[in-house]
């Protein structure tokens, strides 16, 4: 109860701050129908949701709530079917073109012909830019992801860790403001992904990107976001978002508190209330 | 060590079933000439021994077993006749000899080769435009598969005759019949190769705004490599089996196929079978260097640890 009445004595300077929060992500009555031979199916429903400049916003649901498929919609690799989405103010193909996301898929997908300085180099490549700058990016974003040194290896002399960390290097590489994660440490062991975590945070904290994360797990999404977006299935639609009271500097141990405890809570909540309708 | 004992057992197994296989096929013939010889022979005349049955006659005659192997012109030559003619005609012959194996061999390789690149090439060209138009995939994909089940053996003589119509003659008709053969597993492996990048890696792309051209060079073109090697050890061999069928129809005088023709003329089964076992082991080193040259491009690629 203590950190409650912090944060209701902040309330006033914090809100001065953020009077004008820039709104990112906006979207609007969104609906997606996929098509399918089983008759059409309802991914995404009415999902109304605002994603501010430098939020940390985690999606979680169980498996088919659309937590990805609005994750890829930002990402203009599905187009709704209904309703509006706009990314930097942009429809999200025309933020593609600006580069304006990198990707994170839930494996690292790295070339395995390619050293990772050269995987790294990818979408620099794709997109044009000089050699020069193409190894001065490569350096910069393995020193981000913890990686300097390892440029001239190739993936299968990495651990799996190592190749995720490659892989968010490689999406950080042409300085994209939103970085979208769809589940990306789902297959590593809790050890790493613990570690990752944590590195995530810091590499979140420098490079300032709004960050759209999706995940199944509970303790992951409240220890990593601003806002958690817990959503249901059948259709796939929000049922609860929940504003963070964690403070941004989070060191592991913040996940034994009371204040994580019970937004960890909430978000359980949010999570069995969804599933009652079914 | 011990894979090295069991596949040395199991080639002496093929190399004694070989040698018994000689003696019935041969019997006949040995008696034959044994009778011509004043030779005591059981039964005694020619025509009663073609009633009786070959194992009867190999019991009755026990003595002429050892020569069944040592024939001139046997049914069936055993192994160390086929071995001595292969030494004799490529050893122990000069390169340039017409009767070297060796010439003959690589008169019949430059087809090979020729037809190979041919055949290759056409076929990375179609499945680059299967992959890629769907146009192309629903019409070129059934004419591949159709033209391969002509057989060659009807075919050749009339591509031959087509392209000597116009002119067109020596070893270019036989790479086209190479070509034929070998561009169809090309085809289709550099199709599975090529469509072989996951969903991920291709929107992994389509984030970067990737064009087409992009995509084919830098995911789809290596991913495809393990396929592609795959396909040309396939191929290789079905081009030799091409130049080979190539010059049969032909009449030609120099080349393995030509050799085999010759051989089946004058009855000389040893001159047939050593150029089968020429055109084995050429088959066998051409698949195996490309099969050297696959492990060191993958790699290279760290596609092969």
Same mark, same amino acid.
């Given at each position: 109860?203590n950190t409650q009445t912090t944060t209701q004595a902040d309330a006033p300077q914090a809100h001065a701050s953020e009077r004008a929060p820039e709104a990112v992500v906006e979207a609007k009555n969104l609906d997606l129908v996929f098509p399918t031979n089983d008759g059409p199916v309802q991914a995404l429903k009415d999902v109304n949701?605002?994603?501010?400049?430098?939020?940390?916003?985690?999606?979680?649901?169980?498996?088919?709530?659309?937590?990805?498929?609005?994750?890829?919609?930002?990402?203009?690799? %599905?187009?709704?079917?209904?309703?509006?989405?706009?990314?930097?103010g942009m429809t999200p193909d025309e933020a593609r073109k600006q580069r304006a996301y990198g990707y994170v898929f839930q494996a690292a997908g790295l070339y395995p012909w390619r050293t990772i300085a050269k995987n790294i180099k990818l979408p620099l490549e794709i997109m044009g830019y000089s050699k020069a700058e193409q190894d001065?990016?490569?350096?910069?974003? #393995?020193?981000?992801?913890?990686?300097?040194?390892?440029?001239?290896?190739?993936?299968?002399?990495?651990?799996?860790?190592?190749?995720?960390?490659?892989?968010?290097?490689?999406?950080?590489?042409?300085?994209?403001?939103? #970085?979208?994660?769809?589940?990306?440490?789902?297959?590593?062991?809790?050890?790493?992904?613990?570690?990752?975590?944590?590195?995530?945070?810091?590499?979140?904290?420098?490079?300032?990107?709004?960050?759209?994360?999706?995940?199944?797990?509970?303790?992951?999404?409240?220890?990593?976001?601003?806002?958690?977006?817990?959503?249901?299935?059948?259709?796939?639609?929000?049922?609860?978002?929940?504003?963070?009271? #964690?403070?941004?500097?989070?060191?592991?141990?913040?996940?034994?508190?009371? %204040?994580?405890?019970?937004?960890?809570?909430?978000?359980?909540?949010?999570?069995?209330?969804?599933?009652?309708?079914? | 060590?011990?894979?090295?004992?069991?596949?040395?057992?199991?080639?002496?197994?093929?190399?004694?079933?070989? *040698?018994?296989?000689?003696?019935?096929?041969?019997?006949?013939?040995?008696?034959?000439?044994?009778?011509?010889?004043?030779?005591?022979?059981?039964?005694? /005349?020619?025509?009663?021994?073609?009633?009786?049955? /070959?194992?009867?006659?190999?019991?009755?005659?026990?003595?002429?077993?050892?020569?069944?192997?040592?024939?001139?012109?046997?049914?069936?030559?055993?192994?160390?006749?086929?071995?001595?003619?292969?030494?004799?005609?490529?050893?122990?012959?000069?390169?340039?000899?017409?009767?070297?194996?060796?010439?003959?061999?690589?008169?019949?390789?430059?087809?090979?080769?020729?037809?190979?690149?041919?055949?290759?090439?056409?076929?990375?060209?179609?499945?680059?435009?299967?992959?890629?138009?769907?146009?192309?995939?629903?019409?070129?994909?059934?004419?591949?598969?159709?033209?391969? /089940?002509?057989?060659?053996?009807?075919?050749?003589?009339?591509?031959?005759?087509?392209?000597?119509?116009?002119?067109?003659?020596?070893?270019?008709?036989?790479?086209?019949?190479?070509?034929?053969?070998?561009?169809?597993?090309?085809?289709?492996?550099?199709?599975?190769?090529?469509?072989?990048?996951?969903?991920?890696?291709?929107?992994?792309?389509?984030?970067?705004?990737?064009?087409?051209?992009?995509?084919?060079?830098?995911?789809?073109?290596?991913?495809?490599?393990?396929?592609?090697?795959?396909?040309?050890?396939?191929?290789?061999?079905?081009?030799?089996?091409?130049?080979?069928?190539?010059?049969?129809?032909?009449?030609?005088?120099?080349?393995?196929?030509?050799?085999?023709?010759?051989?089946?003329? *004058?009855?000389?089964?040893?001159?047939?079978?050593?150029?089968?076992?020429?055109?084995?082991?050429?088959?066998?080193?051409?698949?195996?260097?490309?099969?050297?040259?696959?492990?060191?491009?993958?790699?290279?690629?760290?596609?092969?640890?």
């Amino acid at each position: 109860m203590n950190t409650q009445t912090t944060t209701q004595a902040d309330a006033p300077q914090a809100h001065a701050s953020e009077r004008a929060p820039e709104a990112v992500v906006e979207a609007k009555n969104l609906d997606l129908v996929f098509p399918t031979n089983d008759g059409p199916v309802q991914a995404l429903k009415d999902v109304n949701l605002t994603i501010n400049k430098g939020d940390f916003v985690s999606f979680i649901g169980p498996s088919g709530c659309g937590k990805t498929t609005f994750l890829r919609v930002m990402a203009a690799l %599905e187009h709704p079917t209904g309703g509006s989405i706009t990314v930097n103010g942009m429809t999200p193909d025309e933020a593609r073109k600006q580069r304006a996301y990198g990707y994170v898929f839930q494996a690292a997908g790295l070339y395995p012909w390619r050293t990772i300085a050269k995987n790294i180099k990818l979408p620099l490549e794709i997109m044009g830019y000089s050699k020069a700058e193409q190894d001065k990016r490569v350096e910069q974003v #393995l020193e981000l992801v913890e990686l300097s040194g390892f440029g001239g290896k190739y993936p299968w002399q990495l651990s799996g860790g190592m190749q995720q960390r490659a892989s968010i290097a490689r999406a950080l590489a042409f300085d994209a403001d939103i #970085l979208l994660m769809d589940e990306p440490f789902g297959a590593l062991d809790e050890i790493v992904r613990d570690h990752l975590n944590e590195q995530l945070l810091k590499l979140w904290a420098r490079t300032n990107k709004t960050i759209g994360f999706v995940t199944h797990s509970i303790p992951e999404a409240v220890y990593l976001s601003t806002k958690i977006v817990v959503m249901s299935p059948r259709p796939g639609r929000i049922t609860d978002v929940i504003e963070s009271t #964690l403070p941004r500097e989070r060191p592991l141990d913040i996940r034994d508190s009371q %204040e994580f405890i019970d937004i960890a809570h909430r978000v359980r909540e949010g999570l069995r209330a969804g599933h009652g309708d079914d | 060590m011990k894979t090295f004992l069991s596949v040395l057992t199991v080639l002496a197994a093929i190399v004694a079933f070989w *040698y018994a296989a000689c003696v019935p096929m041969n019997i006949k013939g040995v008696l034959d000439t044994a009778e011509r010889g004043g030779a005591e022979v059981m039964p005694a /005349t020619s025509k009663a021994r073609r009633d009786m049955g /070959t194992f009867g006659l190999v019991a009755g005659n026990t003595f002429a077993i050892a020569q069944t192997w040592e024939q001139d012109r046997p049914r069936l030559p055993a192994p160390h006749q086929v071995v001595t003619e292969l030494w004799k005609t490529t050893v122990m012959k000069k390169l340039t000899s017409k009767r070297s194996l060796v010439y003959h061999a690589q008169v019949t390789l430059k087809a090979t080769l020729m037809g190979f690149v041919i055949g290759t090439g056409l076929g990375i060209l179609l499945a680059v435009g299967i992959v890629h138009s769907r146009v192309m995939d629903m019409s070129v994909m059934p004419w591949a598969i159709v033209s391969q /089940t002509i057989p060659i053996i009807a075919l050749a003589p009339m591509i031959i005759v087509v392209l000597y119509s116009i002119g067109v003659q020596g070893i270019l008709p036989k790479a086209i019949i190479s070509a034929y053969l070998s561009f169809f597993p090309v085809v289709v492996g550099m199709v599975k190769g090529l469509r072989s990048p996951d969903a991920m890696q291709l929107d992994l792309l389509k984030t970067y705004s990737a064009n087409t051209a992009q995509g084919f060079w830098k995911l789809r073109l290596p991913s495809s490599m393990p396929y592609l090697f795959t396909s040309l050890k396939i191929g290789i061999a079905a081009s030799l089996l091409g130049a080979i069928v190539g010059e049969l129809p032909t009449g030609a005088v120099s080349g393995l196929g030509a050799r085999l023709l010759a051989g089946s003329y *004058y009855g000389q089964t040893v001159q047939i079978w050593s150029a089968l076992f020429a055109a084995a082991i050429l088959a066998g080193l051409l698949v195996a260097l490309l099969e050297l040259i696959e492990k060191i491009v993958l790699k290279r690629m760290g596609m092969q640890q």
